[in-house]
């Protein structure tokens, strides 16, 4: 395939990822509006935040992430060579294997709920602690459909299949926010938390439920057996173990920061998760649609070792660039237009503009580190495609223990020391992160050049980016100092597509070509729509 068709198939794929990531995490903002609608930053939420946290544990460590970068590149490699049955009877032994592991998971979790608590959120104690415990036990099962759901993801993205595996969450949070407006009307707030809880169980089921038939139909006749023998199914097993504990010690880093913020003044961990939450939608929707697109296709490269470096390269190059397009305007934002973001989502109900002003402050935080991250994103799926797990391994330790090192300081004794409020530490958790995830990005791009040459983002275009930026922001502030409008989702109605302009024009007018493929690919949807 031509550089322009190769470029053009990852950009259709990357569209796709991205139009169904954009789908679920829209309705996982509906849903996080009115979570904070019912339950703001009291205790109960809390509860909630750190008992949803506990069990998706098991989703992120068996499901997504490590399953994708085991099972995609057996499974896509065996499609492109065109032995559809074996690609058949791989599914099928790993959906019956990731079923067993799983289930003997649940049980455990759902016994030892207790202990775990006391190790991921030591600092919470009597009817926050009591309902911790309640939710997570509830939680669990749920957690173990959404992993099933997870390998129907790993076979549709490699049949090219991305829209729906990446849209079914909205599916999931639809019947959260139905659970939570029709039990939220007439139950107090703790009692709301047990049915939101049983609510997710049923929303996972329906989740896996909604991607099931077009899987088989995919797959025809999958059979549920182990096939232990089979050298790609061991293949897969192989590569789950360090890709297992790769993500397990990304998680742990999550963990880190709901470890510490337990520690700090009630809500802290219920305001750290909608922040978190705000976070991950350009790392979802553009870093991860990117990566998730790439792996597939990066997974069936042919070829010598040199013309497979030489296509590697090139992707990653294209993929890189586009990443940092739309997440450098992104921190930006985040930075200088926090609040107006944090109003416009969350100011409801029991959810006040000082909850909104504590969200602005972590996002800050977190957009230190927001670009070498999902950059870092793209350069572990190169390794994954290259049968590599353990390379992102060591530098993901290097990151947990930075993370944790410079979390504490940044969460715990720095504003102590400063004499600030200690809720400041929430924001010190999130550029902690960042400052580590900057340390793992640039390990990772080092050690892939001594593979296949030299990758990354040109200094000029990051220059570019980060000006047409940061001029963008200072507009939009302006205009929010002058425009007086007093409803939060009216003043982000003005502002924020303010800011977007501004950042898109001056981007084409310097003659980027993202952003000129960008408006290119927006005219010709709406010269269709017109049609």
């Not at 200094?459 to 007093?486: D, Q």
Request: hydrophobic share 55%.
């Amino acid at each position: 395939m031509g550089e322009t068709g190769r470029q053009q198939g990852g950009g259709r794929a990357a569209s796709l990822v991205a139009t169904g990531i954009l789908l679920s995490r829209v309705s996982g903002l509906v849903r996080e509006r009115v979570l904070a609608h019912y339950f703001g930053s009291a205790e109960a939420a809390d509860a909630v935040r750190a008992a949803f946290r506990i069990p998706n544990l098991l989703q992120n460590l068996f499901g997504e992430g490590a399953l994708s970068a085991s099972f995609i590149p057996v499974y896509a490699r065996l499609l492109a060579r065109g032995d559809r049955e074996e690609a058949r009877r791989v599914a099928g032994a790993v959906a019956s294997l990731l079923a067993m592991a799983v289930s003997v998971l649940v049980l455990a979790g759902v016994l030892a709920t207790p202990f775990i608590i006391d190790l991921i959120a030591p600092g919470f104690s009597g009817s926050r602690r009591a309902l911790t415990i309640v939710l997570v036990r509830i939680f669990f099962p749920g957690a173990g459909m959404l992993v099933l759901s997870a390998w129907c993801l790993g076979v549709l993205n490699s049949h090219g299949r991305f829209l729906l595996s990446y849209s079914a969450p909205v599916a999931w949070n639809a019947v959260l926010v139905a659970t939570l407006v029709i039990f939220g009307r007439h139950e107090p707030v703790d009692q709301l938390a047990v049915s939101y809880a049983w609510g997710s169980v049923v929303a996972s089921t329906v989740m896996f439920a909604v991607q099931l038939p077009a899987v088989l139909r995919l797959t025809k006749r999958v059979s549920l057996r182990p096939r232990i023998g089979s050298p790609e199914v061991r293949t897969v097993a192989r590569n789950f173990g360090p890709v297992f504990v790769t993500r397990g010690v990304v998680q742990l880093s999550a963990y880190v920061d709901q470890f510490l913020a337990s520690w700090l003044p009630v809500g802290s961990v219920a305001l750290l998760g909608y922040a978190q939450n705000l976070a991950l939608l350009p790392v979802s929707l553009f870093g991860m649609a990117v990566s998730a697109a790439e792996l597939p296709a990066m997974s069936g490269m042919v070829g010598g070792a040199d013309d497979v470096a030489a296509t590697l390269r090139g992707r990653l190059n294209e993929g890189l660039r586009r990443i940092a397009f739309f997440i450098v305007p992104s921190a930006m934002a985040f930075v200088a237009l926090g609040d107006v973001i944090a109003a416009a989502i969350y100011r409801t109900g029991r959810f006040t503009t000082a909850d909104a002003a504590w969200v602005w402050a972590i996002l800050a935080g977190s957009a230190v580190g927001m670009l070498a991250s999902t950059l870092g994103r793209l350069y572990s799926s190169a390794y994954y495609a290259l049968r590599d797990t353990r390379t992102p391994l060591r530098f993901a330790v290097i990151r947990v223990a930075l993370t944790t090192g410079l979390g504490y300081l940044s969460a715990l004794p720095l504003p102590r020391l400063l004499g600030v409020d200690q809720r400041w530490g929430m924001a010190g958790l999130t550029a902690s992160a960042g400052i580590a995830g900057w340390v793992e990005f640039t390990l990772l791009r080092r050690s892939l050049h001594g593979r296949v040459g030299t990758t990354g983002v040109p200094a000029r275009l990051v220059a570019t980016l980060w000006g047409a930026a940061l001029v963008a922001a200072a507009a939009a502030y302006g205009a929010e100092r002058l425009v007086a409008i007093g409803h939060p989702i009216g003043r982000a109605a003005v502002i924020l597509p303010l800011y977007g302009l501004v950042y898109l024009g001056l981007t084409v007018a310097m003659g980027v070509p993202e952003s000129t493929a960008f408006v290119g690919a927006v005219r010709r949807r709406l010269g269709r729509a017109a049609r």
